[in-house]
């Protein structure tokens, strides 16, 4: 019997590819699930090149080492998360030199990127990541994210979402933007509210989206609730460039 090559395009670089070539990516990253996910129940995902896929493993676990050092480990929406950020960072977890070598580094990394509480303006801080009320100032650490690392997991997250929510891909001529936004000055949550589909994912973890527009099916508003705790918005646009196309033809 033949195999079946029909291609397949990757949600985040619309190439096409043959089955082989192809991974399923986990929207959710699958490392970013807490211990109290069900071991039954699935998790989401959407077709990927090996290369994508790849390259954004390496950004969810930069992310994941750093976010999850800053995680409450008794929390119950976050169950086992910390724990995974201090291995990453252990050495002596590793398996083998080589292993043990990499997470000495990391943690050696991770060290020179803290930075004083006095450093800090309050502006700059991640909604739900502020010093603990009862925490002396001399006694409070940052850590920082970078920028262009949670850019790619907007990204990454927009897509799969886009496609799991509606089944297409976000063709160039759109623009997706990542941000956070303090409670009560969200602007993207009414239209949310009102129009966004749901995914639950488990106690604190969701994606939710409004979109579909007649005008243009791949443009929309997302929201990613991690841990019950962080939360990303993200925004599909037009791009100028495109607009203008648009109403010119």
């Not at 994941?64 to 201090?86: H, N, Q, Y």
């Not at 949310?192 to 995914?199: E, G, P, Y």
């Amino acid at each position: 019997m033949l195999r079946n090559l029909t291609a397949t395009r990757c949600v985040h670089c619309l190439d096409c590819f043959i089955e082989s070539e192809l991974t399923a990516d986990h929207i959710v990253p699958a490392s970013w699930y807490p211990r109290s996910f069900p071991k039954d129940k699935p998790k989401p995902h959407a077709p990927s090149c090996k290369g994508c896929n790849s390259r954004l493993g390496r950004v969810e676990r930069a992310l994941l080492v750093r976010i999850g050092l800053c995680l409450d480990p008794s929390s119950c929406d976050a169950a086992g998360i910390a724990e995974k950020a201090m291995r990453a960072v252990n050495s002596s977890a590793g398996v083998g030199r080589k292993d043990s070598e990499h997470r000495r580094a990391l943690r050696q990394k991770v060290l020179n990127e803290i930075v004083p509480r006095h450093l800090i303006s309050v502006d700059s801080i991640i909604p739900g990541f502020g010093p603990p009320a009862a925490s002396m100032p001399s006694e409070q650490i940052a850590l920082g994210l970078e920028k262009k690392l949670v850019d790619a997991l907007g990204e990454k997250l927009v897509r799969g979402a886009t496609y799991l929510f509606s089944r297409i891909y976000i063709e160039p001529g759109h623009e997706i933007i990542t941000g956070f936004f303090r409670p009560g000055s969200n602007p993207y949550l009414e239209v949310l509210d009102r129009f966004a589909r749901c995914m639950e994912l488990g106690p604190g973890f969701r994606m939710r989206r409004a979109g579909d527009a007649p005008e243009d099916i791949a443009c929309g508003l997302f929201e990613f609730v991690f841990w019950n705790r962080f939360d990303l918005y993200s925004a599909v646009t037009r791009t100028k460039a495109a607009s203008g196309a648009s109403v010119g033809a």
